[in-house]
């Protein structure tokens, strides 16, 4: 099935137990406008719709973060200083928006708790870094927790195992103990990695073996979510041509 995926795309996420795709899209026309929106593709009947989001002033800022809760019908995303909230829907479209949050702070990075009860949320770099919690038990989202962490410089990328939340910056990765409903998060451990030439570029589960795959240009990490013991090193090549151990 070809599909036009517009630049500064926030990727592609494959829904659970759905044979629907959500790609996130950016179109930019001109210096004073750019359309941000999400194309929802069911591989089953390869019927493609597209759902806008919103337009902005220019294409500096793009969809980040684009994710699904687990045991729910719903993805997120952030736009800017906007968390989207969408059920995946059996409408022509696919998706129907729940909600629009304003955070105050430029998204950065977005992840779920294994549960669906809370939405961890990323933002800042630096001194100003932090991880904001929001309760979703509730009919609107609430805010139940922020605060900026010690080992936290960016936080890029976000995923929940068990009961630790796991933050990737650049070249680091730092796990944190996720108190139960949200109402907190503790340094859990803090391991600095040499990733050759790049930065970490992705975080994804391992099903049912608590393990995650840390994504870098040099290759690629397992690490025990719960201890943040490496598990195993993969070697791959890096965008110099040349290779090194990750």
């Avoid at 500064?8 to 359309?35: E, F, H, N, W």
């Avoid at 080992?151 to 796991?166: D, Q, R, Y």
């Avoid at 949200?182 to 990733?195: A, N, S, T, V, Y």
């Avoid at 201890?227 to 090549?237: A, D, L, M, S």
């Amino acid at each position: 099935l070809p599909i036009c995926v517009y630049r500064g795309s926030a990727g592609i996420l494959a829904v659970s137990g759905s044979p629907k795709v959500i790609i996130a899209t950016q179109t930019g026309y001109d210096s004073t406008r750019c359309d941000h929106g999400l194309q929802c593709v069911n591989t089953r009947t390869q019927k493609s719709f597209f759902t806008a989001v919103e337009s902005t002033k220019n294409d500096a800022t793009c969809i980040t973060a684009l994710c699904q809760r687990p045991q729910h019908s719903e993805v997120a995303f952030g736009l800017g200083s906007f968390i989207y909230r969408y059920a995946l829907t059996d409408t022509q479209s696919g998706l129907d928006l729940i909600e629009k949050i304003q955070t105050h702070e430029e998204v950065s990075s977005l992840a779920y708790s294994p549960d669906g009860a809370v939405l961890y949320h990323g933002q800042g770099m630096g001194s100003d870094a932090k991880i904001s919690v929001w309760d979703l038990t509730r009919r609107a989202a609430k805010r139940i927790y922020s605060a900026k962490l010690a080992g936290v410089s960016s936080p890029e990328h976000l995923l929940a195992v068990g009961s630790t939340l796991v933050v990737a910056c650049p070249s680091r990765v730092t796990g944190l103990t996720a108190f139960e409903n949200g109402q907190g998060l503790q340094p859990k451990f803090d391991d600095k990695f040499e990733f050759g030439c790049g930065t970490i570029r992705t975080l994804r589960p391992l099903p049912r073996t608590g393990q995650v795959a840390v994504g870098s240009a040099g290759g690629i990490f397992l690490l025990d979510a719960a201890t943040g013991r490496t598990v195993q090193k993969i070697e791959g090549p890096n965008p110099e041509g040349d290779r090194k151990s990750v």
